[in-house]
């Protein structure tokens, strides 16, 4: 391989919040004494970035100037040439593409273009903790359709629940996550197809978070929503980001395609009224630094490394952990995993497990606030001796 996806690096007083935990409560307690910690609970990569990203960054740090600005044509330029490359999308025109501060940032003002205070929104659960939050403080009410597994275990939209939702509790906007987070799953076109036909029916407007587009694994390919037909792509706001495919969520910077004027007119409005959404100078360069051709290059090495990774983790399961339950994710670096037979067969709580986990270092993440019972989620997108490491510690001292 061309990059370094193996180098462990120490990110302590480095602004990490995965390893310099909060003392407010709100992170678990660090590991005891003579463990290190190996950083698994948030969702970001223990990889360095892709050189032209800080390359890009220094080139404009050269200039010492950093007054107000307007995005360049090269930022433009940029995601309609990754998109093409990497979705097949065509025809995307700079006007189609409205920068966000965040993703969250705006699935919150794409809901507030659609819906009044107090109006339900159907979602799928696992739910992403981020929507229940984002969604919740800002008064809107979740419905939760459930993932189903099939006999092979695949998760699968319930196209029947999904229906009777929409058409008895008057849904109008509903949040697709593509890929799913934290299931893993890169929905098939006639998935979408489906789910398209059916908020066509009930004429629901649909927020689709793509955030993790680009981290398909091997042998998987994103779909996007607004590609299904051309209904599906005037009825809905994708939302993108360079930040989870490439690291960067310190530095701040979404996007958002959204081809439908109407829509578009009445988001950018939205976003203008807080006067907050504004993009910052190195963000954009860094994005541009991203999309570069060492960037697809740099991306499809760590999808190799994170199938790895993921190939790796299902196997140690499988083996070693009886009575602990998943699906093997085809996108994302999250692992989420049922943890029920084998914390009954033992007589321990998921509480209890979870602080087993944590004494030893092994930061995983509580499932349960994705609505994921006795669940736990799991980041691998660290160097494989990591993540091994990771395992044989959970194997010594946490399910025995």
């Not at 044509?73 to 025109?93: F, H, K, P």
């Not at 407007?205 to 994103?222: A, P, Q």
């Not at 910052?280 to 051709?293: D, E, Q």
Request: aromatic share 12%.
């Amino acid at each position: 391989m061309k990059y370094d996806f193996t180098t462990v690096y120490d990110r302590r007083g480095r602004d990490a919040l995965a390893v310099d935990l909060r003392k407010d409560g709100s992170c678990p307690q660090p590991p005891k004494e003579g463990f290190d910690l190996i950083p698994m609970w948030v969702a970001d990569m223990n990889f360095a970035t892709v050189p032209t990203i800080p390359q890009a960054i220094r080139e404009r740090l050269e200039h010492p100037l950093f007054g107000y600005f307007s995005p360049r044509d090269e930022y433009y330029d940029s995601i309609r040439s990754w998109q093409r490359s990497r979705n097949g999308v065509e025809a995307l025109t700079p006007e189609h593409i409205c920068y966000v501060n965040g993703v969250l940032g705006g699935v919150v003002a794409m809901a507030n273009v659609l819906c009044s205070r107090g109006d339900k929104i159907l979602v799928h659960a696992p739910t992403y903790v981020g929507f229940t939050h984002a969604l919740g403080d800002n008064g809107y009410e979740l419905v939760h359709s459930p993932l189903v597994k099939d006999d092979q275990g695949i998760w699968r939209m319930d196209y029947q629940d999904m229906e009777r939702r929409l058409s008895e509790e008057r849904i109008h906007c509903a949040i697709l996550c593509s890929p799913h987070n934290p299931c893993g799953r890169v929905w098939e076109r006639w998935e979408l197809e489906k789910a398209m036909d059916l908020f066509r029916k009930y004429d629901v407007y649909v927020i689709s978070d793509e955030i993790w587009s680009d981290l398909t694994l091997e042998g998987y390919r994103h779909i996007p929503t607004q590609s299904i037909s051309e209904d599906a792509k005037m009825r809905t706001a994708a939302m993108y980001a360079p930040s989870k495919t490439f690291n960067l969520a310190g530095l701040v910077g979404s996007y958002c395609v959204i081809y439908n004027p109407w829509l578009r007119h009445r988001f950018e409005k939205e976003q203008e009224l807080s006067h907050f959404n504004e993009m910052n100078v190195l963000s954009m360069h860094a994005l541009i630094g991203a999309y570069k051709p060492e960037g697809h290059q740099w991306l499809d090495e760590l999808r190799q490394v994170l199938t790895r990774n993921v190939d790796f983790a299902c196997g140690f399961i499988a083996e070693h952990f009886p009575g602990v339950t998943l699906q093997k994710p085809q996108g994302t670096y999250m692992l989420f995993a049922d943890c029920t037979g084998w914390c009954e067969a033992h007589g321990v709580t998921l509480d209890t497990l979870l602080k087993r986990c944590w004494d030893v270092g092994v930061a995983i993440q509580d499932g349960r606030p994705f609505h994921g019972a006795n669940c736990v989620r799991m980041n691998l997108a660290l160097p494989l001796a990591r993540v091994q490491e990771a395992f044989r510690r959970m194997q010594e001292y946490v399910f025995v």
